[in-house]
């Protein structure tokens, strides 16, 4: 099994920055692609970045220019660097892993932006 841990959340005011961060663990640890969503209260859970095994990524056009997405693969690491945060970015944040054909997710992170 894969576990999946995100950290890095936490109370930001609008227009700063947060980093966040997915820890992959598990035997054999084969990981296609990651990607991490979020979820506000009363939202259903959307696709924020993904990022594939060979390097392409893929953003949602609401978080293009502010947001970036890597991984460390020797180390089983994401992240997501959040810039010009905004109040509508609030939410979930949740790291999600495709992995020998099964999905994963992690617990999520809280995110909020207010002043």
């Known amino acids: 099994q894969v576990q999946l841990v995100e950290s890095g959340g936490g109370l930001v005011q609008p227009g700063g920055s947060l980093r966040l961060s997915c820890a992959a663990s598990g035997n054999r640890l084969r990981i296609n692609a990651m990607g991490w969503y979020r979820q506000a209260p009363g939202k259903t859970r959307e696709p924020v970045a993904t990022i594939f095994s060979g390097g392409n990524t893929n953003y949602a056009d609401s978080v293009k220019g502010r947001f970036t997405i890597s991984r460390d693969n020797a180390k089983n690491m994401m992240y997501l660097q959040m810039n010009s945060l905004k109040p509508e970015d609030t939410a979930v944040y949740y790291c999600?892993?495709?992995?020998?054909?099964?999905?994963?997710w992690g617990q999520g992170t809280q995110v909020t932006v207010s002043s």
């Open positions: 999600n892993v495709f992995s020998g054909g099964v999905v994963y």
